[in-house]
């Protein structure tokens, strides 16, 4: 990679660090792209040169909220906390107990898009897919576990993932540890019987 390459690589980097920190934080309607070309030490033609539309630029955002939440925290860590596929699915929910309490705790930047922009806008259809992605980390898990009605289990488990993070934002602490509780009696119910059928 040649200098320049690197240089390009450096603003891009620069511009979706400054929008990551607005967008997790305040919403899409908070985002001020001529702020960022100055936090970037650029002007506003140069960003657009890399973010031809404010859209582009906060799917950018969803795309490195993606890589360090979903990936670098909740599928990870929750991964390496349990030795059995069941284990690291009940594990999201300690690694969630852990985020709850943090400091910067800003709840799932992929929901707050959704509801702030709408289904029908394209960065709300984003984050629906960024959701779907979330969900298919449950699924196969649950597949690996020999779970019966995977769909209707990866959509349950997502729900209390949901509500959970919800839950924390409004206050409560032990929201992790409520909707673990209730995980357990999911995996319970999506136990595979001796004919093949949920128990």
Known sequence: MTITDNSVVSIRDRIVGLAYDVVTRQGVRALDVHAIAAGAGITYVELQ??????????????????????????????????????????????????????????????????????????????????????????????????????????????????????AAAEGDLLAARRAKKMARMLLEAHHPTADGHPT
């Open 49 to 166: 040169q890399h973010f031809p539309t404010t859209i582009d630029l906060v799917r950018a955002v969803l795309q490195r909220r993606e890589r360090l939440w979903t990936f670098g925290l909740i599928e990870e860590q929750s991964r390496r906390r349990g030795e059995t596929p069941e284990q690291q699915l009940l594990a999201i929910f300690d690694v969630f107990d852990e985020w709850f309490a943090a400091d910067d705790f800003n709840a799932c930047t992929f929901i707050n898009v959704l509801l702030e922009m709408g289904a029908d806008h394209p960065l709300g259809r984003a984050g629906i897919e960024h959701l779907q992605r979330i969900r298919d980390i449950v699924r196969y898990r649950a597949e690996r576990a020999g779970l019966s009605d995977i769909d209707d289990f990866a959509r349950s488990w997502h729900l209390l993932m949901k509500g959970a993070i919800i």
